[in-house]
C-alpha cells in the first residue's frame, strides 16, 4: 500500500514539474521571439526579403506596398499566420497582436482632422498686430480680454488666441485714472508687453512699441467687450499722482477690439477718439493744476548771516551766472542760506580739511521757466588758516533745489 501512495505522489511532482517547466520553455521561446523580430524589423530595409510587422514576407520591391496592406479581415490574417507557421503557436499570436496595433495607428491616422476653431470669447482686433515673445513675431488678429484685480490694480490683458496662456499686453488703471475717466468708460496704461503696429492714415508706418518708450501707449474699456489702444507723444510728467498726457495733436487709435463685423470696428473707430481726446484733456488739466499748485508752494528760502558778507555774495552771483549761462539761463535772484561755515574733519585723523557754505538762486532758463537751484562754496585748510573761496557748483538731486516754480516768486 505505502508502495502505490508513494508511486502517485512521485507521479503528481512529475506532473507539476512538467507543466512548470513548460510554462517556463513557453515564455522563454516568446522572448526570443520578440528579440528577433526586432532584430529582423531593424535590418529589414537591408535584406532581400522583407518581413513586416504583421510577419508576413515579401520582396523588398513590394515590401511598402505590403507592409501597409490591410486587406485582409481579421479572420483571414490568423489563417494566413497559421499557415505561414503551423508549428509556434507563440508566433502566430505575436504576429496577431502586432497585426492588431498596426491596424489601430493606421485607424488613428486616417481620421479626418477636426478645423481648429477660435471660441467666441476670442475678439477680432481692427487692425492685425505682431506679438513679439522672444525672437520671434506672431500675426495676431484675435484676442481674449482678460479683466482681473491685482496687488497694482485693475488690469486688462490681452491674451492672444495663438497662444492663450500667454498675456500678450496688460494694462493698468489706477485710483487716479479711473477718477480721471470719462462717465462709462475706463482708462489704462500698458505696463508691459511689447507689440509692433502699422500707424498713420494710411497705416504704412511700422511702429514698434513696449513700456518705456518715449511714445505713451494706453487702453479705454469702452464696453464690456469692447477695448481701444492708442498712443501719442509722451507730455509732462507725474504730478502729485496725476499721471502725464498725451498732445492732442499726436494721439492716433491704434486698434479697436471687438466683436467681428466690420461696421462695427469702423464705427468704433470714429467714436473712439473724441472719448480719448476727453480723457487725455482732462489728465492735462489735472496735470496743469496739480503743477501750478506744486510751483506756487516754492518759494526762495531766507538768507542766512553768511548772506550780510559782500565779498561772498559777490563771488557766488559771479561764478553762478557763469555755470547757467553756458545752458541759456539768466540768475535772477541770489541768496547764501548759512548762518556759518560748517566744517569738514577726516574722519579718522581728525584733522580739518575744508569748511562749506551754501546758497540758493532762482534761474530762468531758454524756455522762460524759472526754477530754483543750489549752489555751494568751499575754502580748503591749509594747516593754520583757510585759502581763497571756490565754487563748489550746482546742487543736484536734493531736494527743494531743481524744482520748477511761478517765475512771479523768482524774482
Given at each position: 500500500m505505502k508502495k502505490i501512495v508513494l508511486l502517485l505522489v512521485l507521479a503528481m511532482c512529475y506532473t507539476t514539474t512538467h507543466a512548470q517547466l513548460g510554462k517556463m520553455l513557453k515564455r522563454k521561446a516568446k522572448a526570443a521571439v520578440e528579440k528577433k523580430l526586432t532584430k529582423d524589423e531593424d535590418t529589414s530595409t537591408s535584406s532581400s526579403q522583407t518581413t513586416n510587422a504583421t510577419g508576413m514576407v515579401g520582396d523588398t520591391a513590394t515590401a511598402n506596398q505590403n507592409s501597409s496592406k490591410t486587406d485582409y479581415t481579421d479572420e483571414e490574417f490568423k489563417a494566413e499566420l497559421a499557415k505561414k507557421y503551423p508549428n509556434d503557436q507563440v508566433k502566430q499570436d505575436l504576429y496577431y497582436q502586432k497585426y492588431l496595433e498596426k491596424k489601430q495607428k493606421e485607424a488613428e491616422a486616417n481620421k479626418p482632422k477636426t478645423a481648429s476653431s477660435i471660441s467666441d470669447d476670442f475678439l477680432y482686433m481692427s487692425y492685425p498686430f505682431a506679438m513679439t515673445k522672444g525672437m520671434s513675431a506672431i500675426g495676431v488678429d484675435r484676442v481674449k480680454l482678460r479683466r482681473q484685480?491685482?496687488?497694482?490694480?485693475?488690469?486688462?490683458?490681452?491674451?492672444?488666441a495663438q497662444d492663450p496662456e500667454y498675456a500678450w499686453l496688460r494694462f493698468l488703471t489706477t485710483p487716479e485714472l479711473e477718477a480721471m475717466s470719462p462717465e462709462g468708460y475706463i482708462g489704462y496704461e500698458l505696463v508691459s508687453g511689447m507689440f509692433t503696429t502699422k500707424v498713420g492714415t494710411d497705416r504704412s508706418q511700422t511702429l514698434e512699441l513696449g513700456t518705456g518708450m518715449p511714445i505713451l501707449v494706453r487702453g479705454m474699456l469702452i464696453a464690456d467687450d469692447v477695448f481701444v489702444i492708442y498712443a501719442a507723444s509722451h507730455q509732462g510728467g507725474h504730478a502729485f499722482n496725476v499721471p502725464s498726457y498725451m498732445h492732442q495733436k499726436d494721439i492716433t487709435i491704434l486698434n479697436v477690439i471687438g466683436k467681428g463685423e466690420q461696421q462695427f470696428?469702423?464705427?468704433?473707430?470714429?467714436?473712439?477718439?473724441?472719448?480719448?481726446?476727453?480723457?487725455?484733456?482732462?489728465?492735462?488739466?489735472?496735470?496743469?493744476?496739480?503743477?501750478?499748485?506744486?510751483?506756487?508752494?516754492?518759494?526762495?528760502?531766507?538768507?542766512?548771516?553768511?548772506?550780510?558778507?559782500?565779498?561772498?555774495?559777490?563771488?557766488?552771483?559771479?561764478?553762478?551766472?557763469?555755470?547757467?549761462?553756458?545752458?541759456?539761463?539768466?540768475?535772477?535772484k541770489l541768496n547764501i542760506e548759512s548762518n556759518d561755515w560748517s566744517v569738514v574733519k577726516n574722519k579718522y585723523t581728525g584733522h580739518i580739511l575744508y569748511r562749506w557754505i551754501k546758497g540758493a538762486f532762482t534761474e530762468k532758463n531758454k524756455n522762460n521757466d524759472c526754477y530754483l537751484?543750489?549752489?555751494?562754496?568751499?575754502?580748503?585748510?591749509?594747516?593754520s588758516g583757510y585759502g581763497s573761496s571756490e565754487f563748489g557748483g550746482i546742487i543736484h538731486g536734493q531736494m527743494p533745489y531743481g524744482q520748477k516754480m511761478n517765475c512771479e516768486n523768482a524774482n
Open positions: 484685480m491685482t496687488d497694482m490694480g485693475d488690469n486688462v490683458d490681452l491674451l492672444p470696428h469702423l464705427e468704433w473707430l470714429e467714436k473712439a477718439k473724441p472719448i480719448v481726446k476727453e480723457f487725455e484733456a482732462t489728465l492735462k488739466a489735472n496735470y496743469d493744476a496739480a503743477a501750478k499748485s506744486t510751483m506756487a508752494a516754492i518759494k526762495m528760502p531766507k538768507a542766512g548771516s553768511m548772506n550780510n558778507t559782500a565779498s561772498l555774495v559777490s563771488f557766488a552771483k559771479q561764478n553762478v551766472s557763469k555755470t547757467i549761462e553756458k545752458d541759456g539761463a539768466k540768475l535772477l537751484q543750489g549752489f555751494l562754496i568751499k575754502q580748503h585748510y591749509n594747516g
